[in-house]
C-alpha cells in the first residue's frame, strides 16, 4: 500500500490513531449525558438498552468494515453511496451526513461549554465567592463553545490527527480510576445493594425499554468516523476494520461496567437510580459518583465530561471537514473546498467551512436538543444504508473484499432492520427532528440542482469511464444502438461505440435497418441486393468490432422508413445512447431527418459527421470547445474517458476569447480553462485560449484531417437541434466532428 491514498490524502494515520478517532469520538460524552434519560426510561435496564445499542453498533460496524476494506478513500457512507448508487444519492447522504456531523460537533463544544462554566463555579465557590451572573450567561456559554471550536478546528490545520489525542487517553485514565473506586465500594457495600439497585430491573416494561434504547443509540455513534477519515489511515484494509470494532470493544468495556456500577453502590439510599434520574437526570451521573467516592468521584466525572466533550468535538469537525473534502473533490460541493494548506496538506478550507457552520448553529439557533436529535435520526438511516449498500456490493462486485461481514447476508440484514426501526421511533418520538431533517434535505436539493448538478454529473461520468467496476457496482449495463449503413465507417463508429458504453458492463447493438418497397413482387431483384448489401454491412462492422476486442450484438430488420425504425428500436430496446454516422451534413434533408429523430427519443444522442474510411486511433487529437456548462458535459465527460482507457490521451479544450482582452483576464480565462480540463482528462491538462472571432476559422486551423471535435447540440423549447456553429464547423472543417446531447 502506497503512503498516498488515491483521492491524493496522505496516510498518516496508524492503528492507534485511528482506534483513537473513535474511541474519542464514541466514549464519554454520549454516556455522560443521555445515561439520566435511559434510567428515567426504563430503570436499572438501562444497562440491557446499551448493551443491545452495542449489539445493533457491533453489527452496524461490520458492514462498514467490509465497505471500507474494499472502498479504502475518505467519505464514509458518502463514499459508499457513490460507488454502489449515484451521485445524486451520494450528494444526498453526504449533504446530511455533513449536517449531523456539524450538529454532533455544536452539541459537544455546547457540553464542553456548560461543564466548564459549572466547574468554574463550583471552584469560584471553593474560594468563598459569590459567583459573578455573567458566569452561567448564555453569552459566557457561547463563548466558550465556540473558542473550543475554533482551537481545535485550528489544531486540525496543523497536523490530520488533530489535539484530541490526550483528551482520549485522559478520559479513559479518569473512567478507569472512576470504575475501580466504585469495584472498590461495591466490595465493602452491605449484602443486597446488587440486588436492591437493580430490582425492579424493568420499571416501565419492554416500551421503556425501547425508549432508552433510541435515546442512547447516539452514545455509540463515532465508530463510522473512522472509515470517513479512511483515505487518511495506513494499511486501511487491515487497519479500518480492526479500529473500528476495538473502539467500540473499548466503548461497551466502559459502559456497561460503569452503568451496572451506577446502578447499584451510587444510589442514594431509600431511591432507585430511576428515581435520582428523574428528579436530576442531567446530574446523575456526577450524583452517582459523589455518593460512592465522595467531592473525588464529583470532579472525575466533571473531569471525564471536559476531556469526553473536547475528544468527541475534535473527532466531529475531523469527520465533517473530510466529508466536506470529498463531496468537493466529486463537485457536489463548491471547488474551493478541496484546497489544502500548502505544507502540511491538510483541507484547511473544508475545516474552516465546518467550523463556520458549527459557530453558525451556535450562535443562531436558541435551542439544539431538536437539531441532535435530527443528527441521531440522520445517522441511523446512513448506517441503515451502509447495511444496503453492503449488500449490493457483495452481489454486484467480482473483487473479493479484504475484510468481509460474517454470517451474509442475515448480519447485514438484520443490522439494516435494526437501524431502520430505530429511526422510525426516532422520527415519531421527536417529531422536529424529521422536520428538520427534511428542511436540510430540502436546501441541499435546491443547491445540488441550482449549483452542483452540471459538474457533479460529468466528473461522476468521467470517474465511471475510467473505473470499469464501478459501472458493476451500480448494476449498470447500458446498451449502446448503433445504426451502420456504410462498411468503410464501421471501424471509426465501434470505437466511438464502445466508448460511449460503460465498460465491462456496457452493450452495443449494431442495426441494419433494410428498406422495403411498396411493391415486393415488383422489386424482389432490388431487394435481395439490398438485404446482400446489409449482410456485408453487419458483416464488416462485426469483424471490425472484434478485430478491436469488442463483441456488439447485431440485428437487421426490414421497414419502409429507416428513421421511424430506428427510432422504435431505441425505444423498445430501452438504448441509453444512439450512435448516427454521416459522411456529410450538406444536404437539408438529412438534418431535417436526423433533428426529428433525435426528438423521437428517449436517449442520449451522439452524431458523428466523418469522412470516409475515417477511424479513430492513439495519433487522433480530441479538441473540446468550451463556451459555457451544457446539459451534455456528462456525456462528453464520459466519452473523454473511455477514450482515455483506450490510449487516447490528446485532449484539449480550447475557448473563444477577443484579442482585445486584457492579459490578466486571459490568464484568468485560461487557469479556468484549466481546471475545467483537469476533470475530464487523463494526465495534465492541455487547455488553450483561441483569440478570434471567428470561432469556425480557428478550429478548422486547430484540428487536422485525423482529429476530432466535440460539439454539443442545440436544446430549444424542449427539442433538440443542430445549432448553426455545430453546423459550420462540421461543414467547414476536415476533422470529424461529434455532436453530443444528453437525454431530455
Not at 403 to 412: L, N, V
Request: glycine residues 10%.
Amino acid at each position: 500500500m502506497s503512503a498516498a491514498s488515491k483521492g491524493g490524502e496522505t496516510r498518516r494515520l496508524g492503528p492507534i490513531q485511528a482506534i483513537g478517532v473513535g474511541v474519542g469520538a464514541i466514549v464519554g460524552g454520549g454516556i455522560l449525558v443521555l445515561a439520566g434519560a435511559a434510567f428515567q426510561a426504563t430503570g436499572p435496564s438501562a444497562i440491557l438498552a446499551f448493551a443491545l445499542n452495542g449489539v445493533v453498533a457491533v453489527i452496524t460496524a461490520l458492514s462498514f468494515a467490509e465497505m471500507s476494506s474494499m472502498f479504502p478513500e475518505s467519505g464514509g457512507a458518502y463514499t459508499f453511496a457513490k460507488k454502489v448508487l449515484t451521485v445524486r444519492a451520494a450528494f444526498v447522504v453526504g449533504w446530511v451526513l455533513w449536517f449531523a456531523y456539524i450538529v454532533a460537533g455544536v452539541l459537544y463544544a455546547l457540553g464542553f461549554a456548560e461543564y466548564a462554566v459549572l466547574a468554574l463555579g463550583e471552584i469560584w465557590n471553593a474560594f468563598g465567592a459569590e459567583q459573578p451572573p455573567w458566569l452561567r450567561s448564555r453569552s459566557t456559554v457561547l463563548g466558550l463553545a465556540v473558542l473550543a471550536t475554533a482551537a481545535y478546528s485550528l489544531m486540525l490545520v496543523r497536523k490530520s490527527e488533530g489535539g484530541g489525542q490526550w483528551e482520549t487517553v485522559g478520559k479513559l485514565v479518569v473512567f478507569g480510576v472512576l470504575i475501580l473506586l466504585a469495584v472498590w465500594a461495591l466490595v465493602g457495600a452491605p449484602s443486597g445493594t446488587v440486588e436492591g439497585g437493580l430490582t425492579p430491573f424493568f420499571e416501565h416494561g419492554t416500551g421503556g425499554l425501547f425508549t432508552a434504547m433510541g435515546f442512547t443509540f447516539i452514545a455509540l455513534q463515532g465508530f463510522d468516523l473512522i472509515a470517513t477519515v479512511g483515505g487518511e489511515v495506513k494499511k486501511p484494509e487491515r487497519n479500518i476494520p480492526r479500529a473500528m470494532l476495538m473502539s467500540l470493544g473499548i466503548a461497551l468495556a466502559v459502559y456497561i461496567p460503569l452503568l451496572f456500577l451506577i446502578s447499584t453502590v451510587g444510589v442514594s439510599p431509600g431511591e432507585s437510580i430511576g428515581q435520582m434520574s428523574s428528579e436530576r437526570p442531567a446530574t446523575v451521573m456526577a450524583d452517582a459518583a459523589f455518593n460512592f467516592a465522595g467531592p473525588l468521584g464529583y470532579w472525575l466525572v466533571v473531569v471525564a465530561a471536559l476531556l469526553s466533550t473536547l475528544s468527541a468535538l475534535s473527532a466531529n469537525v475531523l469527520a465533517a471537514s473530510r466529508i466536506s473534502l470529498q463531496m468537493a473533490t466529486d463537485r457536489t460541493l463548491p471547488r474551493v473546498l478541496q484546497e489544502r494548506h500548502q505544507t502540511r496538506g491538510t483541507p484547511v478550507m473544508a475545516i474552516y467551512a465546518t467550523a463556520l457552520a458549527m459557530a453558525f448553529i451556535l450562535l443562531m439557533v436558541p435551542s439544539v436538543s431538536s437539531a441532535g436529535a435530527a443528527a441521531s435520526l440522520i445517522f441511523l438511516i446512513s448506517f441503515a444504508l451502509v447495511h444496503w449498500t453492503n449488500l449490493l456490493a457483495r452481489q454486484r462486485s467480482r473483487v473479493k473484499a479484504p475484510f468481509r461481514t460474517p454470517w451474509f447476508p442475515a448480519i447485514p440484514v438484520i443490522g439494516g432492520l435494526a437501524c431502520s426501526l430505530l429511526a422510525l421511533y426516532q422520527a415519531f418520538a421527536v417529531p422536529a427532528a424529521g422536520a428538520i431533517a427534511v428542511v436540510w434535505l430540502g436546501l441541499g436539493v435546491i443547491l445540488y440542482f441550482g449549483l452542483f448538478k452540471g459538474r457533479a454529473q460529468a466528473v461522476d461520468a468521467f470517474a465511471e469511464a475510467r473505473d470499469p467496476h464501478l459501472g458493476v457496482l451500480r448494476g449498470r449495463s447500458p446498451l449502446v444502438l448503433v445504426p451502420v449503413a456504410n462498411p468503410t465507417s464501421a471501424v471509426g463508429m465501434v470505437t466511438l461505440a464502445n466508448a460511449l458504453a460503460i465498460p465491462i458492463v456496457g452493450r452495443v447493438l449494431l442495426l441494419t435497418v433494410v428498406r422495403r418497397p411498396a411493391d415486393f413482387a415488383a422489386a424482389e431483384a432490388e431487394t435481395t441486393k439490398a438485404l446482400g448489401d446489409a449482410q456485408h454491412v453487419v458483416e464488416q462492422a462485426m469483424a471490425a468490432s472484434l478485430t478491436a476486442g469488442h463483441a456488439p450484438e447485431a440485428l437487421m430488420t426490414i421497414a419502409t422508413d429507416p428513421w421511424k425504425e430506428i427510432a422504435r428500436i431505441a425505444q423498445t430496446r430501452d438504448c441509453e445512447s444512439l450512435l448516427i454516422g454521416f459522411s456529410s451534413l450538406e444536404e437539408h434533408s438529412n438534418v431535417a431527418h436526423i433533428e426529428q429523430l433525435l426528438n423521437a427519443v428517449d436517449c442520449d444522442v451522439v452524431v458523428l459527421r466523418a469522412p470516409k474510411d475515417w477511424s479513430i486511433n492513439a495519433d487522433t487529437k480530441i479538441i473540446v470547445p468550451v463556451g459555457g456548462r451544457g446539459g451534455h458535459d456528462a456525456l462528453r465527460a464520459r466519452l473523454l474517458g473511455s477514450l482515455g482507457r483506450a490510449g487516447l490521451k490528446s485532449v484539449r479544450f480550447v475557448q473563444a476569447t477577443k484579442q482585445s482582452l486584457p492579459r490578466s483576464n486571459k490568464l484568468q480565462l485560461e487557469r479556468e480553462l484549466r481546471v475545467f480540463a483537469k476533470e475530464e482528462t487523463y494526465g495534465a491538462p492541455d487547455a488553450k485560449l483561441l483569440e478570434s472571432t471567428d470561432i469556425v476559422e480557428a478550429l478548422a486551423q486547430e484540428a487536422g484531417p485525423n482529429d476530432l471535435i466535440i460539439l454539443g447540440l442545440r436544446h430549444q423549447r424542449g427539442k433538440r437541434l443542430f445549432s448553426e456553429l455545430a453546423l459550420r464547423v462540421a461543414r467547414r472543417t476536415e476533422a470529424a466532428t461529434l455532436m453530443i446531447s444528453r437525454r431530455s
